[in-house]
Protein backbone atom coordinates (compact mmCIF):
# COMPACT_ATOMS: atom_id res chain seq x y z
CA UNK A 1 0.00 0.00 0.00
CA UNK A 2 2.33 2.21 0.97
CA UNK A 3 4.74 1.47 -2.12
CA UNK A 4 1.43 2.30 -4.28
CA UNK A 5 1.30 5.79 -2.49
CA UNK A 6 4.73 6.29 -3.03
CA UNK A 7 4.90 5.42 -6.57
CA UNK A 8 1.81 7.74 -7.28
CA UNK A 9 3.28 10.51 -5.82
CA UNK A 10 6.35 10.22 -7.85
CA UNK A 11 4.09 10.06 -11.29
CA UNK A 12 2.06 12.97 -9.76
CA UNK A 13 5.66 14.95 -9.08
CA UNK A 14 7.33 14.01 -12.71
CA UNK A 15 3.75 14.17 -14.97
CA UNK A 16 5.16 11.43 -16.62
CA UNK A 17 3.69 8.54 -18.00
CA UNK A 18 -0.28 9.76 -17.89
CA UNK A 19 -1.93 6.64 -17.75
CA UNK A 20 0.09 4.95 -14.80
CA UNK A 21 -0.80 7.91 -13.11
CA UNK A 22 -4.36 5.81 -12.47
CA UNK A 23 -4.83 2.28 -10.76
CA UNK A 24 -4.78 -0.47 -13.95
CA UNK A 25 -8.17 -0.12 -15.76
CA UNK A 26 -9.49 -3.43 -15.33
CA UNK A 27 -9.44 -2.37 -11.35
CA UNK A 28 -10.78 0.72 -11.46
CA UNK A 29 -14.01 -0.88 -14.17
CA UNK A 30 -14.88 -2.92 -12.07
CA UNK A 31 -17.73 -1.63 -9.96
CA UNK A 32 -18.50 -0.04 -13.38
CA UNK A 33 -19.15 -3.43 -14.99
CA UNK A 34 -21.05 -4.72 -12.62
CA UNK A 35 -23.21 -1.59 -11.73
CA UNK A 36 -24.61 -1.52 -16.03
CA UNK A 37 -27.47 1.08 -14.98
CA UNK A 38 -26.59 4.57 -13.78
CA UNK A 39 -28.56 8.45 -13.51
CA UNK A 40 -27.07 11.21 -15.40
CA UNK A 41 -28.23 14.42 -14.46
CA UNK A 42 -28.80 17.73 -16.46
CA UNK A 43 -29.29 20.97 -14.65
CA UNK A 44 -28.71 24.51 -14.47
CA UNK A 45 -29.71 27.88 -15.68
CA UNK A 46 -31.29 26.24 -18.66
CA UNK A 47 -34.17 25.30 -16.51
CA UNK A 48 -34.99 28.33 -15.93
CA UNK A 49 -36.04 29.46 -19.40
CA UNK A 50 -37.09 25.43 -19.77
CA UNK A 51 -37.56 25.72 -23.46
CA UNK A 52 -39.34 29.27 -23.77
CA UNK A 53 -37.23 32.19 -24.13
CA UNK A 54 -38.93 36.19 -25.40
CA UNK A 55 -42.30 34.13 -25.79
CA UNK A 56 -40.85 31.73 -28.09
CA UNK A 57 -40.52 28.34 -28.01
CA UNK A 58 -36.76 27.26 -28.83
CA UNK A 59 -36.05 23.90 -30.49
CA UNK A 60 -34.14 21.45 -29.72
CA UNK A 61 -32.34 20.20 -26.32
CA UNK A 62 -33.11 22.38 -23.75
CA UNK A 63 -29.48 23.12 -22.44
CA UNK A 64 -28.48 24.66 -25.92
CA UNK A 65 -31.11 27.08 -25.42
CA UNK A 66 -28.68 30.10 -24.92
CA UNK A 67 -26.69 29.19 -27.77
CA UNK A 68 -29.88 28.29 -29.98
CA UNK A 69 -31.89 31.47 -29.21
CA UNK A 70 -28.38 33.36 -29.74
CA UNK A 71 -29.15 34.46 -26.18
CA UNK A 72 -27.02 37.46 -25.59
CA UNK A 73 -24.34 36.25 -22.42
CA UNK A 74 -26.25 39.37 -19.95
CA UNK A 75 -29.35 38.01 -20.42
CA UNK A 76 -28.79 34.73 -19.92
CA UNK A 77 -27.08 35.46 -16.95
CA UNK A 78 -29.81 37.66 -16.02
CA UNK A 79 -32.03 34.20 -15.37
CA UNK A 80 -29.99 33.12 -12.83
CA UNK A 81 -31.99 35.09 -10.81
CA UNK A 82 -34.39 32.64 -10.87
CA UNK A 83 -32.50 29.42 -10.71
CA UNK A 84 -33.42 28.93 -6.78
CA UNK A 85 -34.10 25.34 -5.99
CA UNK A 86 -35.11 25.32 -2.70
CA UNK A 87 -37.07 22.07 -3.29
CA UNK A 88 -33.65 20.61 -3.68
CA UNK A 89 -33.49 17.64 -1.57
CA UNK A 90 -30.11 15.59 -2.44
CA UNK A 91 -30.91 12.74 -0.47
CA UNK A 92 -34.60 12.25 -2.16
CA UNK A 93 -32.68 11.98 -5.45
CA UNK A 94 -30.50 9.68 -4.54
CA UNK A 95 -33.00 7.46 -3.00
CA UNK A 96 -35.07 7.74 -6.43
CA UNK A 97 -31.87 6.67 -8.16
CA UNK A 98 -31.64 4.03 -5.91
CA UNK A 99 -34.84 2.24 -5.90
CA UNK A 100 -34.21 2.66 -9.23
CA UNK A 101 -31.97 0.15 -9.87
CA UNK A 102 -29.50 2.46 -10.55
CA UNK A 103 -25.80 2.31 -8.76
CA UNK A 104 -24.16 5.85 -9.85
CA UNK A 105 -25.24 9.37 -10.62
CA UNK A 106 -23.30 11.46 -13.45
CA UNK A 107 -24.54 15.25 -13.12
CA UNK A 108 -23.36 18.14 -15.14
CA UNK A 109 -21.38 20.38 -12.80
CA UNK A 110 -20.95 22.58 -15.65
CA UNK A 111 -22.30 22.18 -19.06
CA UNK A 112 -21.83 24.49 -22.07
CA UNK A 113 -23.23 27.38 -20.45
CA UNK A 114 -20.93 27.85 -18.08
CA UNK A 115 -22.50 28.05 -15.01
CA UNK A 116 -21.18 26.25 -11.99
CA UNK A 117 -23.23 23.96 -10.06
CA UNK A 118 -20.31 24.01 -7.50
CA UNK A 119 -18.27 27.57 -5.61
CA UNK A 120 -15.66 28.01 -7.49
CA UNK A 121 -12.42 30.50 -7.24
CA UNK A 122 -11.91 30.22 -11.00
CA UNK A 123 -15.35 32.15 -12.44
CA UNK A 124 -18.05 33.81 -10.22
CA UNK A 125 -20.73 32.21 -13.11
CA UNK A 126 -21.60 29.76 -10.43
CA UNK A 127 -24.46 28.95 -8.55
CA UNK A 128 -22.78 30.16 -4.98
CA UNK A 129 -21.73 34.02 -6.63
CA UNK A 130 -24.56 34.15 -8.75
CA UNK A 131 -27.88 33.09 -7.45
CA UNK A 132 -29.90 34.04 -4.02
CA UNK A 133 -29.73 30.49 -3.58
CA UNK A 134 -25.79 30.60 -2.85
CA UNK A 135 -25.17 27.32 -1.85
CA UNK A 136 -22.84 24.40 -3.56
CA UNK A 137 -25.23 21.88 -5.29
CA UNK A 138 -22.47 19.41 -5.54
CA UNK A 139 -21.69 19.02 -1.73
CA UNK A 140 -24.96 17.55 -0.26
CA UNK A 141 -25.39 15.13 -3.34
CA UNK A 142 -22.05 13.55 -3.15
CA UNK A 143 -22.50 13.46 1.34
CA UNK A 144 -26.15 11.80 0.22
CA UNK A 145 -24.48 9.40 -2.66
CA UNK A 146 -21.74 8.30 0.12
CA UNK A 147 -24.76 7.92 3.06
CA UNK A 148 -26.55 5.43 0.48
CA UNK A 149 -23.82 3.70 -1.44
CA UNK A 150 -24.39 5.74 -4.94
CA UNK A 151 -20.92 6.27 -6.73
CA UNK A 152 -21.10 10.13 -7.82
CA UNK A 153 -19.10 11.24 -11.11
CA UNK A 154 -19.26 15.00 -12.99
CA UNK A 155 -19.90 15.60 -16.24
CA UNK A 156 -17.91 18.88 -17.00
CA UNK A 157 -17.96 20.52 -20.41
CA UNK A 158 -14.45 21.06 -20.63
CA UNK A 159 -13.91 22.89 -23.73
CA UNK A 160 -17.25 25.03 -25.04
CA UNK A 161 -18.50 27.20 -22.70
CA UNK A 162 -20.79 30.46 -24.21
CA UNK A 163 -20.55 32.57 -21.17
CA UNK A 164 -17.04 32.02 -19.66
CA UNK A 165 -14.83 34.18 -22.01
CA UNK A 166 -12.65 32.02 -24.92
CA UNK A 167 -14.91 29.33 -24.26
CA UNK A 168 -16.40 29.37 -27.76
CA UNK A 169 -13.21 30.35 -29.27
CA UNK A 170 -12.40 27.42 -29.60
CA UNK A 171 -13.53 26.33 -33.07
CA UNK A 172 -11.58 29.21 -35.22
CA UNK A 173 -8.85 26.76 -36.75
CA UNK A 174 -5.58 27.93 -38.57
CA UNK A 175 -5.19 26.02 -41.67
CA UNK A 176 -2.86 23.10 -40.37
CA UNK A 177 -6.55 22.70 -38.26
CA UNK A 178 -5.14 24.25 -34.68
CA UNK A 179 -7.42 26.16 -32.59
CA UNK A 180 -5.97 29.54 -32.89
CA UNK A 181 -8.63 32.80 -32.08
CA UNK A 182 -6.84 35.57 -34.31
CA UNK A 183 -7.63 33.26 -37.14
CA UNK A 184 -10.19 34.11 -39.50
CA UNK A 185 -11.37 30.29 -40.81
CA UNK A 186 -13.88 29.05 -39.13
CA UNK A 187 -14.61 25.67 -39.77
CA UNK A 188 -18.02 24.35 -40.43
CA UNK A 189 -19.08 23.05 -36.73
CA UNK A 190 -18.73 26.52 -35.71
CA UNK A 191 -20.62 28.47 -38.40
CA UNK A 192 -23.87 26.02 -37.66
CA UNK A 193 -23.67 25.33 -34.36
CA UNK A 194 -21.15 27.18 -31.88
CA UNK A 195 -20.32 30.82 -30.51
CA UNK A 196 -19.71 33.88 -31.33
CA UNK A 197 -22.91 35.94 -31.18
CA UNK A 198 -21.79 37.85 -28.49
CA UNK A 199 -18.35 39.73 -27.90
CA UNK A 200 -18.50 39.50 -24.31
CA UNK A 201 -17.44 35.91 -25.40
CA UNK A 202 -14.75 36.60 -27.60
CA UNK A 203 -12.82 38.77 -25.02
CA UNK A 204 -10.31 35.75 -24.00
CA UNK A 205 -8.47 33.02 -25.96
CA UNK A 206 -9.31 29.36 -25.85
CA UNK A 207 -6.24 29.46 -24.29
CA UNK A 208 -6.86 31.49 -21.52
CA UNK A 209 -10.03 29.87 -20.82
CA UNK A 210 -8.85 26.83 -20.64
CA UNK A 211 -5.90 27.81 -18.41
CA UNK A 212 -7.97 30.58 -15.74
CA UNK A 213 -11.00 28.66 -16.30
CA UNK A 214 -11.72 24.89 -17.00
CA UNK A 215 -8.82 23.69 -15.70
CA UNK A 216 -8.96 25.35 -12.34
CA UNK A 217 -12.67 24.14 -12.02
CA UNK A 218 -11.49 20.49 -12.46
CA UNK A 219 -8.99 20.53 -10.04
CA UNK A 220 -11.57 22.06 -7.42
CA UNK A 221 -14.11 19.29 -8.65
CA UNK A 222 -11.38 16.73 -8.26
CA UNK A 223 -10.33 18.24 -4.80
CA UNK A 224 -13.61 19.05 -2.87
CA UNK A 225 -16.08 16.47 -3.41
CA UNK A 226 -14.17 13.48 -2.05
CA UNK A 227 -13.95 10.43 -4.35
CA UNK A 228 -15.27 11.40 -7.59
CA UNK A 229 -16.07 8.11 -9.62
CA UNK A 230 -16.27 8.87 -13.04
CA UNK A 231 -14.80 12.76 -14.98
CA UNK A 232 -17.92 13.00 -17.94
CA UNK A 233 -16.17 15.11 -20.53
CA UNK A 234 -18.16 16.82 -23.37
CA UNK A 235 -18.03 18.14 -26.71
CA UNK A 236 -13.74 17.07 -27.80
CA UNK A 237 -14.19 19.83 -30.81
CA UNK A 238 -11.60 21.93 -30.80
CA UNK A 239 -9.36 20.60 -27.95
CA UNK A 240 -5.42 20.50 -28.21
CA UNK A 241 -3.31 18.11 -27.28
CA UNK A 242 -1.96 20.58 -25.02
CA UNK A 243 -4.99 21.54 -22.88
CA UNK A 244 -6.05 17.45 -22.66
CA UNK A 245 -2.91 16.71 -21.43
CA UNK A 246 -3.17 19.26 -18.65
CA UNK A 247 -6.64 17.79 -17.93
CA UNK A 248 -5.15 13.96 -18.09
CA UNK A 249 -2.46 15.19 -15.45
CA UNK A 250 -4.98 16.06 -13.01
CA UNK A 251 -6.47 12.78 -13.01
CA UNK A 252 -3.84 11.94 -10.35
CA UNK A 253 -5.83 13.29 -7.75
CA UNK A 254 -8.35 10.18 -8.13
CA UNK A 255 -6.17 7.29 -9.45
CA UNK A 256 -9.39 4.96 -9.56
CA UNK A 257 -11.29 7.50 -11.35
CA UNK A 258 -12.39 6.66 -14.47
CA UNK A 259 -13.39 8.86 -17.78
CA UNK A 260 -15.39 8.95 -20.91
CA UNK A 261 -14.07 9.10 -24.49
CA UNK A 262 -14.55 12.52 -24.84
CA UNK A 263 -11.73 14.84 -24.20
CA UNK A 264 -10.01 14.76 -27.12
CA UNK A 265 -10.49 12.43 -29.84
CA UNK A 266 -8.57 10.52 -31.17
CA UNK A 267 -5.93 10.46 -28.96
CA UNK A 268 -7.56 10.32 -25.63
CA UNK A 269 -9.68 7.37 -26.05
CA UNK A 270 -10.12 7.24 -22.09
CA UNK A 271 -12.06 4.49 -20.12
CA UNK A 272 -15.17 3.76 -22.10
CA UNK A 273 -17.42 5.02 -25.48
CA UNK A 274 -20.05 7.46 -25.09
CA UNK A 275 -22.36 6.54 -28.07
CA UNK A 276 -25.31 8.87 -27.31
CA UNK A 277 -28.87 8.81 -27.87
CA UNK A 278 -28.26 5.32 -29.71
CA UNK A 279 -28.02 2.06 -28.79
CA UNK A 280 -25.07 0.35 -31.04
CA UNK A 281 -25.75 -2.88 -32.78
CA UNK A 282 -23.44 -5.50 -32.33
CA UNK A 283 -21.51 -5.13 -35.61
CA UNK A 284 -20.28 -1.78 -34.31
CA UNK A 285 -18.94 -2.98 -30.76
CA UNK A 286 -15.18 -3.98 -30.52
CA UNK A 287 -14.22 -4.89 -27.24
CA UNK A 288 -13.82 -1.60 -25.60
CA UNK A 289 -16.24 -0.97 -22.88
CA UNK A 290 -19.31 1.95 -23.46
CA UNK A 291 -22.34 3.27 -22.34
CA UNK A 292 -25.73 4.58 -23.91
CA UNK A 293 -26.61 7.54 -22.28
CA UNK A 294 -30.09 8.39 -23.94
CA UNK A 295 -33.01 10.77 -22.45
CA UNK A 296 -36.16 10.01 -21.39
CA UNK A 297 -38.43 12.44 -23.48
CA UNK A 298 -36.11 14.49 -25.91
CA UNK A 299 -34.08 16.48 -23.62
CA UNK A 300 -31.22 16.47 -21.29
CA UNK A 301 -31.94 19.83 -19.55
CA UNK A 302 -35.58 20.69 -18.17
CA UNK A 303 -37.96 21.92 -20.84
CA UNK A 304 -41.76 22.44 -19.46
CA UNK A 305 -43.56 21.29 -22.56
CA UNK A 306 -41.01 18.16 -23.62
CA UNK A 307 -44.06 15.35 -22.54
CA UNK A 308 -42.32 12.86 -24.99
CA UNK A 309 -41.52 10.49 -22.31
CA UNK A 310 -40.23 6.99 -23.33
CA UNK A 311 -42.59 4.24 -21.51
CA UNK A 312 -41.36 2.20 -19.02
CA UNK A 313 -41.31 -0.76 -21.11
CA UNK A 314 -39.10 0.91 -23.73
CA UNK A 315 -36.05 1.64 -21.05
CA UNK A 316 -36.53 -1.64 -19.44
CA UNK A 317 -35.79 -3.26 -22.37
CA UNK A 318 -33.33 -0.67 -23.97
CA UNK A 319 -31.42 -1.23 -20.63
CA UNK A 320 -31.74 -5.18 -21.25
CA UNK A 321 -31.01 -4.65 -24.81
CA UNK A 322 -28.00 -3.29 -23.21
CA UNK A 323 -27.06 -5.19 -20.89
CA UNK A 324 -26.76 -8.13 -23.06
CA UNK A 325 -24.51 -6.59 -25.93
CA UNK A 326 -21.85 -5.98 -22.56
CA UNK A 327 -22.86 -2.28 -22.04
CA UNK A 328 -24.08 0.43 -19.77
CA UNK A 329 -27.26 2.73 -19.76
CA UNK A 330 -27.11 6.27 -18.01
CA UNK A 331 -30.42 7.53 -18.31
CA UNK A 332 -31.05 11.04 -17.93
CA UNK A 333 -33.25 13.28 -15.40
CA UNK A 334 -33.65 17.10 -16.25
CA UNK A 335 -34.68 18.61 -12.59
CA UNK A 336 -36.40 22.07 -12.45
CA UNK A 337 -35.15 25.31 -11.23
CA UNK A 338 -36.56 24.88 -8.08
CA UNK A 339 -34.91 21.34 -7.89
CA UNK A 340 -37.52 18.58 -8.60
CA UNK A 341 -37.50 15.85 -10.77
CA UNK A 342 -40.34 16.17 -13.30
CA UNK A 343 -43.53 13.75 -12.60
CA UNK A 344 -42.92 11.78 -15.01
CA UNK A 345 -39.27 11.23 -14.65
CA UNK A 346 -40.31 9.80 -10.91
CA UNK A 347 -42.91 7.44 -12.62
CA UNK A 348 -40.27 6.16 -15.24
CA UNK A 349 -38.09 5.67 -12.43
CA UNK A 350 -40.35 3.66 -10.13
CA UNK A 351 -41.29 1.34 -12.81
CA UNK A 352 -37.71 0.55 -13.85
CA UNK A 353 -37.33 0.33 -9.78
CA UNK A 354 -40.24 -2.36 -9.68
CA UNK A 355 -38.56 -4.30 -12.64
CA UNK A 356 -35.60 -4.45 -11.07
CA UNK A 357 -36.15 -5.54 -7.58
CA UNK A 358 -37.24 -8.80 -9.03
CA UNK A 359 -35.04 -9.36 -12.62
CA UNK A 360 -32.02 -6.98 -11.31
CA UNK A 361 -29.64 -10.33 -11.78
CA UNK A 362 -29.95 -10.44 -15.15
CA UNK A 363 -28.40 -7.00 -15.24
CA UNK A 364 -26.17 -6.36 -12.43
CA UNK A 365 -22.56 -7.89 -13.04
CA UNK A 366 -23.52 -10.19 -16.07
CA UNK A 367 -21.50 -10.31 -19.50
CA UNK A 368 -22.86 -10.23 -22.96
CA UNK A 369 -24.97 -12.68 -24.95
CA UNK A 370 -23.04 -15.97 -26.23
CA UNK A 371 -25.99 -15.62 -29.17
CA UNK A 372 -26.24 -11.66 -29.97
CA UNK A 373 -29.66 -10.71 -30.76
CA UNK A 374 -33.10 -13.44 -30.47
CA UNK A 375 -36.35 -12.17 -32.29
CA UNK A 376 -38.26 -12.77 -28.85
CA UNK A 377 -35.54 -11.27 -26.25
CA UNK A 378 -32.63 -10.36 -25.58
CA UNK A 379 -29.74 -12.76 -23.20
CA UNK A 380 -27.30 -12.05 -20.46
CA UNK A 381 -25.22 -14.51 -18.71
CA UNK A 382 -23.12 -14.83 -15.24
CA UNK A 383 -20.63 -17.38 -14.08
CA UNK A 384 -21.36 -18.97 -11.08
CA UNK A 385 -19.47 -21.64 -8.64
CA UNK A 386 -20.71 -24.47 -10.51
CA UNK A 387 -21.96 -23.34 -14.06
CA UNK A 388 -23.73 -20.13 -15.91
CA UNK A 389 -26.62 -18.77 -15.46
CA UNK A 390 -28.29 -17.41 -18.54
CA UNK A 391 -30.86 -14.80 -18.39
CA UNK A 392 -33.88 -14.80 -21.28
CA UNK A 393 -35.18 -11.85 -21.25
CA UNK A 394 -38.33 -12.53 -23.16
CA UNK A 395 -39.53 -8.96 -25.73
CA UNK A 396 -42.63 -11.01 -27.95
CA UNK A 397 -44.10 -14.21 -25.88
CA UNK A 398 -44.52 -16.58 -28.58
CA UNK A 399 -47.54 -18.41 -30.01
CA UNK A 400 -46.28 -21.69 -29.36
CA UNK A 401 -45.02 -20.79 -25.56
CA UNK A 402 -41.18 -22.13 -26.99
CA UNK A 403 -38.00 -20.65 -27.20
CA UNK A 404 -35.40 -22.62 -29.32
CA UNK A 405 -32.11 -22.14 -28.03
CA UNK A 406 -29.28 -24.05 -30.47
CA UNK A 407 -25.70 -24.20 -30.30
CA UNK A 408 -25.08 -24.79 -26.68
CA UNK A 409 -24.48 -28.42 -25.27
CA UNK A 410 -24.25 -27.70 -21.41
CA UNK A 411 -26.42 -29.58 -19.19
CA UNK A 412 -29.26 -27.64 -17.54
CA UNK A 413 -29.82 -27.70 -13.73
CA UNK A 414 -32.75 -25.55 -13.33
CA UNK A 415 -34.54 -23.21 -15.39
CA UNK A 416 -37.57 -20.90 -13.42
CA UNK A 417 -39.43 -17.29 -14.32
CA UNK A 418 -37.72 -14.41 -12.27
CA UNK A 419 -41.50 -12.73 -11.93
CA UNK A 420 -42.80 -15.75 -9.92
CA UNK A 421 -40.34 -18.30 -9.56
CA UNK A 422 -42.58 -20.80 -11.27
CA UNK A 423 -40.31 -23.54 -12.59
CA UNK A 424 -39.84 -24.26 -16.51
CA UNK A 425 -39.50 -26.99 -18.71
CA UNK A 426 -36.65 -27.47 -20.68
CA UNK A 427 -36.28 -30.73 -23.26
CA UNK A 428 -33.52 -31.27 -25.44
CA UNK A 429 -33.87 -32.15 -29.12
CA UNK A 430 -31.99 -34.72 -30.87
CA UNK A 431 -30.27 -31.98 -32.78
CA UNK A 432 -29.02 -31.28 -29.32
CA UNK A 433 -31.53 -27.81 -29.35
CA UNK A 434 -32.40 -26.68 -25.94
CA UNK A 435 -36.36 -26.14 -26.06
CA UNK A 436 -37.84 -23.90 -23.12
CA UNK A 437 -41.40 -24.32 -22.68
CA UNK A 438 -43.06 -21.01 -21.23
CA UNK A 439 -46.48 -20.65 -19.48
CA UNK A 440 -49.61 -19.19 -21.62
CA UNK A 441 -49.49 -15.81 -20.72
CA UNK A 442 -46.31 -13.84 -19.67
CA UNK A 443 -46.01 -12.74 -16.64
CA UNK A 444 -44.54 -9.03 -17.33
CA UNK A 445 -45.48 -7.22 -19.52
CA UNK A 446 -42.06 -5.47 -18.98
CA UNK A 447 -40.21 -8.33 -20.24
CA UNK A 448 -39.96 -11.43 -18.20
CA UNK A 449 -37.03 -13.15 -17.76
CA UNK A 450 -36.04 -16.87 -17.74
CA UNK A 451 -32.89 -17.88 -15.83
CA UNK A 452 -31.27 -21.14 -17.02
CA UNK A 453 -28.93 -22.29 -14.98
CA UNK A 454 -26.49 -25.02 -16.98
CA UNK A 455 -23.43 -27.20 -15.78
CA UNK A 456 -20.04 -25.58 -16.98
CA UNK A 457 -18.83 -22.44 -18.76
CA UNK A 458 -20.66 -21.44 -21.53
CA UNK A 459 -19.20 -20.69 -24.82
CA UNK A 460 -18.24 -17.00 -25.51
CA UNK A 461 -19.98 -16.83 -28.59
CA UNK A 462 -22.37 -19.63 -30.30
CA UNK A 463 -23.73 -19.47 -33.87
CA UNK A 464 -27.37 -19.29 -33.73
O1 LIG B 1 -25.19 17.11 -22.56
C1 LIG B 1 -25.89 16.54 -23.63
C2 LIG B 1 -25.79 17.39 -24.85
O2 LIG B 1 -26.08 18.75 -24.59
C3 LIG B 1 -24.33 17.22 -25.20
N1 LIG B 1 -24.06 15.86 -24.86
C4 LIG B 1 -25.18 15.31 -24.14
C5 LIG B 1 -24.76 14.35 -23.09
C6 LIG B 1 -23.99 17.56 -26.56
N2 LIG B 1 -23.28 18.62 -26.88
N3 LIG B 1 -23.09 18.64 -28.16
N4 LIG B 1 -23.69 17.61 -28.66
C7 LIG B 1 -24.27 16.88 -27.71
C8 LIG B 1 -23.70 17.36 -30.07
C9 LIG B 1 -24.19 18.57 -30.73
C10 LIG B 1 -25.20 18.51 -31.56
C11 LIG B 1 -25.68 19.66 -32.26
FE1 LIG B 1 -27.35 20.62 -31.95
C12 LIG B 1 -26.44 19.56 -33.41
C13 LIG B 1 -25.43 20.98 -31.98
C14 LIG B 1 -26.18 21.76 -32.90
C15 LIG B 1 -26.81 20.86 -33.79
C16 LIG B 1 -28.37 19.50 -30.71
C17 LIG B 1 -29.14 19.91 -31.75
C18 LIG B 1 -27.93 20.68 -30.10
C19 LIG B 1 -28.48 21.73 -30.74
C20 LIG B 1 -29.22 21.29 -31.77
Not at 19 to 28: E, M, S, V, Y
Not at 73 to 89: G, H, I, L, T
Request: proline share 5%.
Amino acid sequence: MKKTIIALAVLMITGQNLTAQQLPKDQRMQWWREARFGMFIHWGVYAVPAGTWNGRQIGNIGEWIMNRGKIPVEDYKAMAKDFNPVKYDPDSWVKMAKDAGMKYIVITSKHHDGFALFKSEASKWNVVDHTVYGKDLLKPLAEACKKHGIKLGFYYSQAQDWVNPGGTAIRRLTKEGWPNPDSVIIDAYTKEHNGHWDWRQETKTFEQYINEVSVPQVRELLTNYGEVAVLWWDTPNGMTVEAATKFQSLLAIQPQIITNDRLKRPDFPGDHKTPEQRIPNLADLDGTDWETCMTMNGTWGYKSYDLNYKSPQTLIRNLIDIASKGGNLLLNVGPTAEGEFPQQSIEILSEMGKWMKVNGEAIYGTKASPWGLFPWGRCTRKDTKNGTSLYFSVFEWPADRKLTISGMKNSVISAKLLANGARVKTVRTKEGELIISLPAFSPDPMASVVRVDVRGKVAEKIKQ
